[in-house]
């Protein structure tokens, strides 16, 4: 006999409203349970969403925020690390109750320890961000200090550069921006 597996819906999610302690996401209606992120990880995010708040704060061009939920299904449900979207995009974006509903021009994840969570990033989110429209998608990570930069080419998210440290971050989405990846870690 086989059975079928659950599908897990955003309402659903409000069953562990309560629990501090986990990140819950939905991603094709497979629910994904992690760890709050540890102290180095937030800082990486901390450090992402600094330089490109403060690129965004001198080109007046945009916003970036750290762990933004993203609805964008009743079975597509994730918080990525920090997202950039541009002002014109953000004003569409957003939900009466300011929840981000669709695709943000860039999403970073900074990897987690594990393979299941690395597995996560790399493979699952990368599919659902390159189906749902992000322009540019940046894997940190912390452990190797290295960033990998995918961009958008025929409608798919692929890989464009591996970055490390000492190399400088540039994107086509950001005219101007450029950081040096140790900043990010």
């Known amino acids: ?30 629910l994904f349970v992690t760890k709050s992120p540890s102290w180095d990880h937030q800082s990486s995010c901390g450090n992402i969403v600094t330089v490109l708040n403060n690129w965004s704060d001198e080109t007046g061009l945009g916003k970036a925020a ?5 609805i964008f299904s009743d079975s597509d449900n994730v918080i990525p690390d920090v ?11 957003l939900d ?3 929840h981000l509903t669709g695709a943000p ?19 699952t989110k990368l599919k659902l961000y390159s189906v749902q429209g992000v322009q540019e998608y940046w894997i940190c990570d912390s ?7 995918y961009r958008r080419e025929q409608a798919v ?7 490390f440290s000492q190399d400088e971050l540039t994107s086509p989405l950001l005219p101007g921006f450029n950081c ?6």
């Open 1 to 30: 006999m086989q059975t079928t597996p659950v599908r897990w819906t955003t309402a659903d999610l409000e069953l562990f409203a309560s629990d501090r302690r986990n990140r819950y996401e939905i991603i094709d209606g497979e």
């Open 66 to 70: 750290i762990a933004p939920g993203i």
């Open 83 to 93: 997202v950039w979207a541009s002002h014109e995009r953000l004003k569409n974006l």
């Open 96 to 98: 009466e109750a300011g």
């Open 105 to 123: 021009e860039l999403v970073v994840e900074v990897l987690s320890p594990g393979e299941k969570n690395e597995k996560r990033d790399r493979e």
């Open 143 to 149: 452990v190797q200090k290295k960033v990998e930069v």
């Open 157 to 163: 998210l692929k890989l464009a550069a591996t970055l």
């Open 180 to 185: 040096l990846v140790s900043k990010l870690f």
